[in-house]
């Protein structure tokens, strides 16, 4: 058995994994700063299935260009995970656009792409026969309609092999979605051969997640209760519902707003609520807020004293761009960073240095800002208790920081385990 890296090898970003030269575990991009980047090269390779663990652009983002490449194969994906990608996609043209860059792709790759999904529910067996593969989709945990993959197929030397591809995995129960829990109770994974692990925590345990959301909630009343403001940027699919879904906790008296890309992820979310933990909970989180309608709108909600959570999660674009110019001078005000910041990011310098940078000006923001631990992804602890109970005959650890990987490559005490470099194939008999 083959299995080849195209991304997400000692990275985050892009996972891209071809096995056998004909199954695809995701085809995913890296969004940087000026361009996205693509997985290595994979033009000349004959793809017949495709399988899609969940909408993030780091998985979803490079097929539009795989399909400009030649790409007509079946995508097997949950529903939920073809409707966000459905959304994902159509927006990444126009940041291409918006950065100046002319996409590698066009409009109508996106509809090409989205034409070749067949829906795949969790916890059924499905069989290819003319392939003679067989697989199952298992609740990944990570955002709604997030699925880890088991592939069963017959090897070019004849025997079956067993390779359980994790994706992007979180076993903490969150008030969105319920945590992985398919390594529990679950005999078909005692044998599995490869397991190939996302490590995106791989070296940290997150802090409890009850105490970061009780302190997450007392500095909201604290902002309020002096007459200031707070914006929350979080990223729009999952981590901005999650807070909805918190801030419904608590009856603050000023308005909650949803600006940006989350609401119509919210919208999404409401009719596909049976790939939320409670989707009635939900629905009831969401009438609590208002939804900010364009850019004129925005100037209203300005106006008074206003809790905000917009888009993008990591202040490079979105509504939170103007927000800021609102809000930065004011002492009261408060802004709560709820998710990872990749370096160079605003929210970033924002953290490190106090300032953030908005149409080549920079504004230094008075008030309070502090960030806190909402992950959607499994600490090293949740980590190392999946790998245990899998037991994999072989262990392969990607989509990290070399640092991360490293760290739960050895914590696993696994004899079998690899970390595959960027390209690398890995051969296994
Ligand atoms: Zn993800
Ligand atoms: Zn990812």
């Given at each position: 058995?083959?299995?080849?890296?195209?991304?997400?090898?000692?990275?985050?970003?892009?996972?891209?994994?071809?096995?056998?030269?004909?199954?695809?575990l995701?085809?995913?991009?890296?969004?940087?700063?000026?361009?996205?980047e693509?997985?290595?090269d994979?033009?000349?390779?004959?793809?017949?299935a495709?399988?899609l663990?969940?909408?993030h652009?780091?998985?979803t983002?490079?097929?539009?260009?795989l399909?400009?490449?030649?790409?007509r194969?079946?995508?097997?994906?949950?529903?939920?995970?073809?409707?966000?990608?459905?959304?994902?996609?159509?927006?990444?043209?126009h940041i291409e656009?918006?950065k100046?860059?002319?996409?590698?792709y066009?409009?109508?790759n996106?509809?090409?792409?989205?034409?070749y999904?067949?829906?795949?529910?969790?916890?059924?067996?499905?069989?290819?026969?003319?392939?003679?593969?067989?697989y199952?989709f298992?609740?990944?945990?990570?955002i709604?309609?997030?699925?880890?993959?088991?592939?069963?197929?017959?090897?070019?030397?004849?025997?079956?092999?067993?390779i359980?591809?994790?994706?992007d995995?979180?076993?903490?129960?969150?008030n969105?979605?319920?945590?992985?829990?398919?390594?529990?109770?679950?005999?078909?994974?005692?044998?599995?051969d490869?397991?190939?692990?996302e490590?995106?925590?791989?070296?940290?345990?997150?802090?409890?997640?009850?105490?970061q959301?009780?302190?997450?909630?007392?500095?909201?009343?604290?902002?309020?209760?002096?007459?200031?403001?707070?914006?929350?940027p979080?990223?729009?699919?999952?981590r901005?519902?999650?807070?909805?879904?918190?801030?419904?906790?608590?009856?603050?008296?000023?308005p909650?707003?949803?600006?940006?890309?989350?609401?119509?992820?919210?919208?999404?979310?409401?009719k596909?609520?049976k790939?939320?933990?409670?989707?009635?909970?939900?629905?009831?989180?969401?009438?609590?807020?208002?939804?900010?309608k364009?850019?004129r709108d925005r100037?209203?909600?300005?106006?008074?004293?206003?809790?905000?959570?917009?888009?993008s999660?990591?202040?490079?674009?979105g509504?939170?761009m103007?927000?800021?110019?609102?809000?930065?001078?004011?002492e009261n005000?408060?802004?709560?960073l709820?998710?990872?910041?990749?370096?160079?990011?605003?929210?970033?310098?924002?953290?490190e240095?106090?300032y953030?940078?908005?149409?080549?000006?920079?504004?230094?923001?008075?008030?309070?800002?502090?960030?806190f631990d909402?992950?959607?992804?499994?600490g090293?602890?949740?980590?190392?208790?999946m790998?245990?109970?899998?037991?994999?005959?072989?262990?392969i650890?990607?989509?990290?920081d070399?640092e991360?990987?490293?760290?739960?490559?050895?914590?696993?005490?696994m004899?079998?385990?690899?970390?595959?470099?960027?390209g690398?194939?890995?051969?296994i008999?």
């Open positions: 058995m083959k299995i080849q890296f195209l991304g997400s090898a000692k990275e985050v970003g892009r996972s891209c994994i071809l096995v056998n030269d004909w199954i695809l995701d085809a995913g991009l890296m969004i940087g700063k000026e361009k996205a693509y997985p290595e994979f033009s000349e390779k004959d793809i017949k495709v399988f663990t969940h909408a652009l780091d998985h983002g490079a097929l539009p260009l399909n400009h490449l030649g790409l194969c079946v995508i097997y994906a949950t529903k939920m995970t073809r409707a966000i990608t459905k959304i994902l996609l159509k927006d990444s043209i656009e918006l100046g860059n002319h996409p590698a066009t409009e109508e996106i509809n090409n792409i989205l034409s999904f067949t829906y795949t529910n969790y916890n059924r067996d499905y069989e290819e026969k003319g392939v003679s593969l067989k199952k298992l609740d990944a945990g990570h709604p309609g997030s699925a880890s993959v088991l592939i069963d197929f017959e090897d070019k030397s004849g025997q079956r092999k067993k359980l591809y994790t994706g995995i979180n076993a903490i129960d969150s969105l979605l319920n945590g992985l829990n398919y390594h529990k109770k679950n005999s078909e994974l005692k044998n599995v490869v397991l190939i692990c490590s995106t925590y791989g070296g940290r345990d997150h802090p409890p997640r009850a105490e959301e009780k302190e997450f909630l007392s500095t909201i009343q604290r902002t309020i209760d002096k007459g200031g403001s707070v914006l929350i979080a990223f729009a699919v999952g901005s519902q999650e807070i909805i879904m918190m801030l419904a906790k608590r009856n603050f008296k000023v909650v707003y949803l600006d940006g890309m989350g609401k119509k992820v919210t919208d999404l979310f409401i596909e609520h790939f939320l933990k409670d989707g009635k909970l939900f629905q009831k989180a969401v009438e609590k807020v208002e939804f900010v364009d850019h100037k209203r909600v300005v106006q008074g004293q206003a809790i905000i959570v917009t888009t999660g990591m202040m490079d674009g509504p939170i103007d927000y800021i110019k609102y809000y930065y001078h004011d005000n408060a802004i709560l709820t998710g990872y910041q990749a370096e160079e990011s605003n929210g970033r310098k924002l953290l240095h106090g953030v940078d908005v149409d080549n000006k920079s504004y230094n923001v008075k008030g309070l800002v502090k960030k909402f992950s959607a992804h499994s090293q602890k949740e980590l190392l208790e790998i245990k109970a899998i037991n994999p005959k072989h262990l650890i990607n989509h990290g070399p991360e990987s490293e760290e739960l490559a050895e914590k696993s005490g004899i079998n385990v690899h970390i595959p470099e960027l690398e194939t890995i051969r008999s």
